[in-house]
């Protein structure tokens, strides 16, 4: 069954600081692999999207890598800032459809 | 500005009573779809469009309609709204059914 699991489910971490997020994902066939960023009471905005053959891709503080051996994926987040509090969700799209993760809900602390 | 419009942002209403969530596009995108979010799950497709009279259904269809007369416009019709639909909705676009997706502002509906 195609799956789309992120961890963690919640995080809190201090202004300034480092985070990563993960989504690992059992999805076949693989056609590409988007993480979206949703404040509360929006609608999601796309961040980034990671085709097969791409590594690693940036965009400003977030960093998205991919290992399309391992079906997983990361959000890498530098140096936070109070806007970055948000749910980042990750959708890997197959055959046309999109399986979208429950995402994970960031919270940055002053 | 490019951009999605739901209306109405927040409703409550009864079972049983017929409502209409509008959606409207300005980008010119032929995919419009809509979806339901519930805590703790992922984003859930209730139906698509991928041009003007071509609608068809997504993971969770029971309990909607919609239709897509002109290319900007996509309305969800609850028929006669449950409980069970009380949720997060939101409309997207897209150039093509593939690629990055397009939301509106969402709209919070509660049936009591």
């Known amino acids: 069954k195609n799956q789309v699991e992120q961890s963690p489910q919640s995080l809190i971490i201090l202004e300034g600081k480092n985070c990563t997020l993960q989504?690992?994902?059992?999805?076949?066939?693989?056609?590409?692999l988007r993480w979206y960023k949703q404040d509360t009471g929006r609608g999601p905005v796309s961040l980034t999207i990671?085709?097969?053959s791409e590594n690693t891709k940036s965009n400003g503080r977030y960093t998205a890598t991919l290992d399309a051996d391992t079906k997983q994926s990361s959000l890498h987040i530098t140096a936070s800032q109070l806007s970055d509090s948000a749910s980042y969700i990750c959708?890997?799209?197959?055959?046309?459809?999109?399986?979208w993760g429950a995402g994970t809900k960031l919270i940055i602390k002053p | 500005e490019a951009q999605v419009t739901q209306n109405p942002r927040y409703l409550i209403t009864v079972t049983g009573k017929k409502l209409t969530v509008t959606c409207s596009q300005n980008?010119?995108?032929?995919?419009m779809s809509w979806y339901r979010q519930d805590p703790g799950l992922g984003l859930r497709q209730i139906y698509y469009?991928?041009?003007?009279?071509?609608?068809d259904k997504g993971d969770v269809p029971e309990g909607y309609k919609v239709s897509r007369k002109e290319k900007r416009n996509f309305p969800l019709i609850l028929e006669s709204p449950s409980p069970n639909q009380t949720s997060l909705y939101f409309c997207?676009?897209?150039?093509?059914?593939?690629?990055?997706?397009?939301f509106g502002e969402g709209s919070r509906l509660t049936v009591l």
């Open positions: 997207a676009s897209s150039p093509q059914n593939t690629g990055e997706l397009f």
């Open positions: 980008m010119n995108h032929e995919y």
């Open positions: 469009s991928m041009n003007v009279e071509v609608t």
């Open positions: 989504c690992n994902y059992t999805v076949s066939p693989f056609s590409n």
């Open positions: 990671m085709t097969f």
């Open positions: 959708v890997v799209e197959t055959n046309y459809q999109l399986i």
